[in-house]
């Protein structure tokens, strides 16, 4: 069975940072494009960032541009988000996705999140 | 950008259900998604390139539509279909969810 693990969530001030970690299980990882997603509390589903097989042009959105670096380890099967200059506002749920191939970006598969909060 | 309508929409077991997406731009390749969201769980693929159901999804469910303005069918709905649904496009480099479709079953 396909599994996503998330880790690395918490607390943390404003400015701050953290890396969430994402181990993969259960299909290829290093055949797989991989992202992030995120759901701040009571609201709608964004998008974080999408790397592709081999980690070359990564996609970001505006919101995380210049903070946030997406990487994978194929070694290890192994997704990364370093957030950087953390804002109140990157409060959410972050969820680990994994592209359903030849989809045009859908995700198939959903970790069960890694809940992320700033605060002071 | 995506809007979604109607905000809420309340229906009874049996019934049918027409959820609408419209872009603002042409969705390219129609790169259209839609995914179910049930509380405190995460979001489940049903429908990618706007009307391929995913794996395991029931026949109930049904994407169609092209260019701009996309739609999610859900016939004979059932009490386990209560749900936010969302549509998703990549498109112009961006990839950027709907607001939400909020299904409540009577």
């Known amino acids: 069975d396909v599994q996503l693990l998330e880790s690395g969530g918490g607390l943390v001030q404003p400015g701050g940072s953290l890396r969430l970690s994402c181990i993969a299980s259960g299909f290829t990882f290093s055949s797989s494009i991989m992202g992030w997603a995120r759901q701040a509390p009571g609201k709608g589903l964004g998008w974080v960032s999408v790397i592709s097989v081999d980690g070359r042009s990564p996609y970001y959105a505006d919101s995380v541009k210049g903070r946030f670096t997406i990487s994978r380890d194929n070694s290890k099967d192994t997704l990364y988000l370093q957030m950087n200059s953390l804002k109140a506002e990157d409060t959410a749920v972050y969820y680990c996705?994994?592209?359903?191939?030849?989809?045009?970006?859908?995700?198939?598969?959903w970790g069960q999140g890694a809940l992320v909060t700033v605060s002071s | 950008v995506l809007t979604q309508s109607p905000g809420t929409l309340s229906l009874s077991p049996g019934e049918r259900a027409t959820l609408s997406c419209r872009a603002s731009?042409?969705?390219?390749?129609?790169?259209l998604t839609w995914y179910q969201q049930k509380p405190g769980q995460a979001p489940r693929l049903l429908i990618y390139?706007?009307?391929s159901r995913a794996s395991g999804i029931p026949d109930r469910f049904s994407g169609s539509g092209s260019g701009t303005d996309f739609t999610l069918t859900i016939t004979r709905l059932e009490p386990e279909d209560s749900a936010v649904y969302y549509c998703q496009q990549y498109g112009g480099g961006r990839l950027t969810f709907g607001g939400g479709t909020r299904v409540e079953i009577k």
């Open positions: 731009q042409s969705v390219s390749n129609n790169y």
């Open positions: 996705v994994k592209e359903q191939p030849a989809s045009g970006w859908s995700f198939d598969y």
């Open positions: 390139g706007a009307s």
